[in-house]
């Protein structure tokens, strides 16, 4: 098994997993349907949501895009800067990284609504920018900046 492919793997299973679960109880209205409290000594079967995923650290599926060009790991860049810590950074700044002299004096603060637009358009937000991938998917784009916000 080729092992680079591993964070692309794992965050699938996850997600696969998270599809199975016990049928809702026939006594349960939609008004009233409440998650089923699970007995003494056995385990949870709640359903990881996929904030509650990027809160664990796991990268959501959506993620593999962007790992194609960006590391998570603080101060390795590879075809695009690192991503670890990105959101309440100004655009252009991570070091070590060649930044487009467009980007760098963009003055953008990276947060929820400036990833939003970058990530639905980079090159029309920044003209000459380098990163041409956009994702087109608000509920794609929304679970990497959910993702993003978590790596502090």
């Not at 990881?48 to 599926?61: F, L, R, S, Y």
Request: charged letters at 15%; a positive charge.
């Amino acid at each position: 098994m080729n092992l680079r492919l591993l964070p692309v793997i794992l965050p699938a299973v996850f997600l696969l997993q998270a599809c199975g679960g016990e049928p809702a109880s026939e006594s349960t209205s939609p008004d009233t349907a409440t998650e089923p409290t699970p007995s003494a000594g056995s385990p949870s079967k709640a359903t990881p949501t996929p904030v509650a995923i990027a809160a664990a650290g796991t990268p959501p599926a959506e993620f593999a895009v962007c790992r194609a060009c960006h590391s998570v790991e603080p101060g390795k860049n590879g075809i695009g800067p690192s991503l670890h810590g990105i959101v309440g950074e100004k655009a252009g700044a991570v070091p070590g990284y060649a930044f487009s002299a467009p980007l760098k004096a963009s003055g953008i603060v990276w947060n929820r609504a400036t990833l939003d637009q970058w990530l639905t358009n980079p090159m029309k937000m920044v003209p000459g920018t380098r990163m041409a991938l956009p994702v087109s998917d608000p509920a794609k784009r929304k679970a990497i900046i959910d993702y993003l916000v978590t790596l502090k």
